[in-house]
Structures are given as C-alpha cells and as structure tokens.
C-alpha cells in the first residue's frame, strides 16, 4: 500500500494563532509587548508588523520601563506619506486598488522576511483590522459601499493564506472592537472589526477591557481579559475575567490557553 506524504505522526503542529480585539486603549498592544519576556525564556525575539504608527511609542515605552530589548519591528510604514496624501483625494477606485496592491505585496513580503528567521517568535500583527482594510481595498477599492458590495470570497483567502503561512510560529493579532449589527440594528454587543471568518483562522479569541468607572488604587487592575473564543481550551471559551491587571501578560494567557507548552 502506497501512502507517500502521508504519516501517522502530526510532524507540524500549529503553535496557536490568537485574535486580541478590544476599544481604543484597553490594552492590545500593551498585551503583546509583554511576548518579549515569553520569548526571551525560549531564547528568541519578537517580530512585529506594525500598520499603527502610535504603536511604536506603547511598544518602546513598555521595553523602556523594564529595560528591556527592543523586538524587530518594521523601520517603513507600508504606506508612504506621499501614497497616503494621493489616496486621500483620490475617486479613481482602479488607482486606488493597485496602490493597496502594492501596500499588499510590501506587508507579505515583510511576513515572509520575519517568519523565514527560526529565531523570530512569536510573529504579532498589529493591527489585523488595518491589514483586513488593506486587502479588502486592493480588491475593492475604497467604496463608500464596500461593506455590503464586496464578494468576500477572495479577501478571506487573502486573509487565509496570510494566517496559512504562519502556522509554525505563534501569532498574535490584535483588532479594533466594533458595535454588533444584526438586522440593520446595532447590537450593542462588541466584536472585532476585520474578517468575519477570524474564528476559523485563530485558535483562541480573546477580548481586553478597560473600566474606567471601576474603584482601584491601582490603575492596572482596571484592565482585564475575556476568553471569547477558544480551541487551545474549550473549557475557557466565554469566560470573562480570567486575567486582571498585572497578570494580563502571553505568560500567563498561554499558561491558560496550553498549560504544559
């Protein structure tokens, strides 16, 4: 019996791929700059794409406040000031697809440059909704209407192949949080904001929260994370709360998330 290519042995298991969204200032970022302490414990170095430019002032004051090395972070914004200025004022739908092409193929070509170094993990996209605008608008342009127009079918495999090619290091993605429709009706229940098949491309979802109106002599423990979705541990899925403040660290999630990794 012939079964070349095939094995009884899984010779390249998935090292997980989690989805972080949440408001403005609850602490995505800030979350996944403490992967530099998971990864020096395994001797490696973060890599970072990173499509928000006020990213980098969270990332460096967080490695600056613990003294600790910076990760690799990309050193060019993927769109150009003079690209941005043009596609501001710009109707033309086909130039504006192919700028977005081009912006594609930089941001790829940048994810295959980190995950091609062994040393290099774990890979964090910040953020994933930027880079799911990005594509949608190489397909679609920037339409007013984009939202309902689109065929989805080519941006989501876009988006697979991307999460595909990634599947030996650990990813980590953060996304803006937005209002839930359903029916023409806001839900007033948050998800993220970029591809609406994320469950299908991540093993774990997970939410982080800011309350502000919260009673704490320590700011921090204002902060807190939510288990929304999870194959890495089923038993967590829906949870809310299972780290505060301080604990709020990849150490911990992952402990959680795949104890005994």
């Not at 910040?126 to 984009?146: A, E, L």
């Not at 990634?166 to 806001?186: F, G, M, P, Y």
Request: hydrophobic share 35%; net charge negative; charged share 25%.
């Amino acid at each position: 019996m012939n079964l070349s290519g095939f094995s009884r042995e899984i010779v390249r298991p998935d090292n997980g791929c989690i989805g972080i969204f949440g408001g403005e200032g609850s602490g995505k970022t800030n979350l996944c700059s403490t992967a530099t302490e998971w990864a020096m414990e395994r001797d490696q170095t973060p890599g970072w794409i990173v499509c928000d430019r006020k990213s980098r002032k969270t990332i460096k004051d967080y490695h600056d406040q613990r003294d600790l090395p910076l990760p690799y972070i990309n050193t060019e914004d993927f769109i150009s000031q003079k690209e941005a200025l043009a596609l501001a004022t710009n109707t033309n739908y086909d130039k504006v697809r192919k700028t977005y092409d081009a912006v594609v193929d930089r941001l790829l070509e940048a994810i295959v440059m980190l995950a091609s170094h062994s040393h290099i993990n774990p890979i964090i996209e910040d953020s994933g909704t930027q880079i799911w605008d990005w594509m949608s608008y190489s397909h679609f342009g920037r339409k007013q209407d984009v939202g309902r127009a689109r065929v989805w079918g080519p941006v989501k495999q876009d988006w697979t192949d991307m999460i595909d090619s990634l599947q030996h290091k650990l990813v980590l993605i953060t996304l803006k949080a937005k209002n839930e429709w359903k029916n023409d009706s806001r839900t007033d229940e948050y998800t993220w904001d970029g591809p609406p098949h994320l469950g299908y491309c991540t093993t774990s979802i997970v939410r982080c929260n800011f309350d502000r109106n919260k009673q704490t002599d320590d700011v921090a423990d204002k902060f807190s994370l939510d288990v929304v979705e999870s194959q890495d541990n089923c038993g967590l899925a829906g949870v809310n709360g299972v780290l505060v403040g301080q604990s709020i660290t990849l150490m911990s999630l992952m402990a959680l998330l795949r104890p005994g990794e």
